[in-house]
């Protein structure tokens, strides 16, 4: 396997494509990587960012917190008191993990209006969020269902989700002194904004690998694990196949079908990418522009279509 991450990056040097690591795990051991600094810095990991949130709620079910069905404005009572909008009193925990709940994409993107004029986002959405459809229906990605869902852990353990998964999480997979950002409420921006290095990236995705165990540890239910790497709806992205195909979704998670791969992506380039049935897992970290959701003149971005031919494809 040695020689196959240099392989790829001989092929985004010619593309022009901006990676910063790239690291291949094979039975739980690191057989192959790089990295474009000496040491091995974090990153802003975007929305992988997204599936840490959802291991929260699957230890937060676990603990007997919460459970998929529960209706979320139960818990946002102050928040929810005098909305008129029905669809955000129906939206259930599940429908928040599989990005079903039916509100807009536009909802809380990073230069959205509501994180640049609001200052109780989880306020706004119970009262403003834009619904295309009911909860439960149809696939709409967006970053207000993880953020959410962060909130919603915060409500029922009174930690925000970093400080919540700082022990039963974070310290197991040796990522210490989390760096994670919070909106301007305190809350835990669980749709991106998490600082990750290509090891810790690694780390996470071996323990969705092991069926929720790191190190001989237990940190999630195997159960939840099986049903977060299920695909429950068909997304809108597309990942490399002849011809390409629409990716399935899971718990914040992709599903590639085609070639029995699940992956993790935030935009810029950050992929977590699990093979269950070679034990592998490929992560990389990029700094590339085209790397982004909603391609306009492409259905697959060059990194990606690399990243699959080069690495996915030949581990």
């Not at 998964?165 to 210490?176: A, G, K, T, V």
């Not at 669980?190 to 069926?211: I, T, Y």
């Not at 990389?284 to 971005?301: C, I, K, R």
Request: charged residues 25%; negative net charge; contains cysteine.
């Amino acid at each position: 396997m040695t020689g196959l991450v240099e392989a790829f990056l001989k092929e985004t040097e010619e593309k022009k494509l901006y990676v910063l690591a790239a690291q291949i795990r094979k039975d739980g051991q690191v057989v192959d990587e790089w990295t474009r600094f000496p040491a091995k810095p974090r990153f802003e990991a975007y929305s992988i960012s997204k599936t840490f949130a959802a291991v929260g709620v699957g230890i937060a079910i676990k603990e007997g917190l919460i459970t998929l069905d529960d209706r979320i404005a139960d818990s946002f009572l102050e928040e929810s008191y005098d909305t008129t909008n029905e669809n955000a009193l129906k939206i259930t925990v599940k429908d928040l993990l599989t990005m079903t709940s039916g509100v807009s994409e536009r909802m809380l993107r990073r230069a959205g209006y509501e994180r640049k004029h609001e200052r109780d986002w989880v306020r706004y959405f119970f009262k403003h969020a834009p619904f295309l459809n009911e909860p439960g229906t149809t696939f709409l990605y967006n970053n207000a269902n993880a953020y959410i869902l962060g909130c919603l852990i915060e409500k029922k353990s009174g930690q925000n989700l970093r400080e919540y998964l700082r022990y039963r999480l974070f310290e197991p997979l040796e990522i210490h002194n989390v760096e994670w950002t919070s909106c301007p409420m305190g809350h835990t921006i669980a749709a991106n904004a998490l600082q990750l290095s290509v090891d810790e990236v690694g780390n996470f995705g071996q323990l969705l690998l092991n069926k929720g165990v790191y190190n001989r540890k237990r940190i999630l239910s195997e159960a939840f694990i099986d049903e977060m790497l299920t695909p429950h709806y068909e997304s809108t992205e597309f990942v490399p196949n002849d011809p390409p195909v629409k990716a399935g979704y899971g718990y914040q998670i992709w599903i590639d079908g085609a070639n029995d791969v699940v992956f993790m992506w935030g935009i810029l380039g950050q992929y977590c990418i699990l093979i269950p049935k070679k034990n592998v897992v490929i992560s990389v970290l990029s700094l590339e522009p085209t790397d982004e959701m909603g391609h306009e003149l492409y259905p697959l971005s060059p990194l990606r279509q690399t990243i699959w031919e080069e690495l996915v494809m030949k581990v």
